[in-house]
Structure formats: structure tokens, C-alpha cells
């Protein structure tokens, strides 16, 4: 059977991928949160996953304001790094797991939920910046699974609904008859905003709560609306769904592997942690 090894949430800003084909990464600017990516590297070597589960907010390559559905969930061969013009250079073609994908796809749908499948799907910086930062060579040793929450068309799918897809996604995986390793990552936040009257908000307070929430489970956090999340973390904040999902799909006890927490860079709180599912986490990251 299939087995979740553990979940990885961290940043996606554009950014991390120009500082990463500039060769920044021991700039003062840049340096703590490149620093947080040895541990991580250093779990996958041991650990190595066969499929990673991406839970994150498309930017435009598939979706746009005229048609965005809640949930996305492709189920690819291969998954092609596009140009989406923030001037980041595109990475090699990442290769899909189609067979689990679908038995996400039905799992999900007979738990209630209604994804739009994608069998063509293209991959943005939400998806390219955490693979580079897991494997800088660029060679992919895993497979991925796509799952695209909407973060940008209100009404937007709130903490409780998000928590819901993570557990039914995380039942699906481990009912899936293949003996699989699958890592889990929710792509995006922390707090942000980008825009408006607010432009430039970050809540500390509040990072420091999900961050908590992330180990002891994120259950606490589903008292607030989506609206609370965007007043709490930002507008663009609210991709804390796709972390809140993918702790929810990992039932059970976990160990702390890694935790960095870092402002600001791009007018945003980065952060990455990487928490094991299994007895062999290596020693907290400082």
C-alpha cells in the first residue's frame, strides 16, 4: 500500500527563482532561507519519495478569473514548465504518476468533492521553485500529483473545506494498493500582501500560530472563515489553505525535521517546514 512519508510546506514566492539562476543564494538577502534547504535535502536522500502530492494555487497557466474552479487535480504523464512571465527561467518537463492520480480523482469525488481533472496541465513557479529547492540539479527523482486550490477568485474555499480535500485526499493515497512513498507539500504563504491599501502586511502573531498548528494539528485553524484568512494573513496570505490541506492528509504523529521562518523577502513572510511521518527524522534544524 501507499504510505505518506511526511508533509513539506514552504514559500513559492517568484522570486526564489531568479536568486536561484543568479547563484544568490549565500546573499545576505537570501541566505536564511536557503539556509533552511539542507536538512530537507538531507531527509528526502534518506526518505526517498517515489511521488510528491503538490497542494497549490495555480497563476494563471490553466486558470484565470473568467473560468477558476475550487479544486484542480491533474492527472498528466508529464507536467511542462511554461513561461508565466515573471521572467523566471523554466525547468525540465516533471513526470506525472496518471494511475494514482486517478485514484485520487475517484477517491475524492466519492468523498463529496467535484475537481475539474486535467489530463494537459502546465506547472508555474507554485510547482518549479519547490521542486529546484528540493533537487537543484534538476533531475527529478520523484513523480508529482498536482492539486490546484483556488487562491484568487472569491468566493474562495475556506480553512474547514480545504481540511476536508486533505483528508480525503490523504484517505485516497493510503488506500492506494501500490507500494508508494508520497511526500506531501503545501506551496505557498506565509502571510502577504501585494496589493492595495495593505500592501506590504505581515502578521507575525498569526505565522507563528499556523506554524505551531502545522505540528500539533491543524484543527485549531478551522474556526476561521476564508475572509478571516485574508484579513489575518493577507489576500495573497490565503495560500495557508494549501498548507492546512496537506497537514490534513497526514493523520497521526509527527516529528519537526525543520522549521525557518524569515521576512521579508518580496514583501512576504517565507517559510519552510518539513515534518516526517516516519521514526527516521533526522535531528530539528536550529
Request: aromatic share 8%.
Amino acid at each position: 500500500m501507499a504510505r505518506i512519508i511526511g508533509t513539506l510546506s514552504t514559500s513559492h514566492i517568484p522570486a526564489i527563482g531568479n536568486a536561484i539562476a543568479k547563484k544568490q543564494q549565500n546573499e545576505p538577502y537570501w541566505k536564511p532561507f536557503f539556509e533552511a534547504w539542507p536538512p530537507v535535502r538531507e531527509w528526502l536522500a534518506h526518505e526517498r519519495p517515489d511521488v510528491i502530492v503538490f497542494f497549490y494555487n495555480d497563476h494563471g497557466l490553466n486558470f484565470f478569473l473568467d473560468k477558476m474552479p475550487t479544486f484542480a487535480i491533474g492527472a498528466c504523464a508529464e507536467y511542462v514548465s511554461e513561461d508565466e512571465g515573471w521572467g523566471i527561467p523554466t525547468i525540465p518537463s516533471i513526470k506525472g504518476n496518471p494511475k494514482l492520480s486517478w485514484h485520487i480523482i475517484n477517491g475524492v469525488v466519492e468523498d463529496g468533492f467535484d475537481p475539474v481533472m486535467c489530463q494537459e496541465m502546465a506547472v508555474d513557479h507554485a510547482i518549479t521553485n519547490p521542486m529546484l529547492l528540493m533537487y537543484p540539479d534538476a533531475h527529478w527523482p520523484a513523480a508529482i500529483v498536482p492539486i490546484a486550490i483556488n487562491s484568487i477568485q472569491h468566493p474562495l474555499p475556506g480553512p474547514k473545506r480545504c481540511y476536508g480535500l486533505g483528508r480525503a485526499v490523504g484517505k485516497a493515497i493510503e488506500s492506494y494498493p501500490e507500494d508508494l512513498k508520497v511526500l506531501l507539500v503545501g506551496s505557498g504563504g506565509l502571510s502577504h500582501q501585494l496589493d492595495g491599501a495593505r500592501a506590504g502586511f505581515i502578521n507575525k502573531a498569526f505565522d507563528a500560530e499556523c506554524l505551531e498548528a502545522m505540528v500539533s494539528g491543524v484543527e485549531p485553524l478551522l474556526k476561521y472563515s476564508s475572509l478571516d484568512v485574508v484579513e489575518k494573513a493577507g489576500a495573497q496570505g490565503v495560500e495557508l489553505m494549501c498548507w492546512i490541506a496537506a497537514r490534513a492528509a497526514m493523520q497521526g504523529d509527527v516529528t519537526e525535521v525543520a522549521r525557518t521562518y524569515h521576512i521579508p523577502i518580496s514583501n512576504t513572510a517565507s517559510a519552510v517546514q518539513l515534518l516526517s511521518h516516519t521514526r527516521t527524522a533526522i535531528a530539528k534544524a536550529a
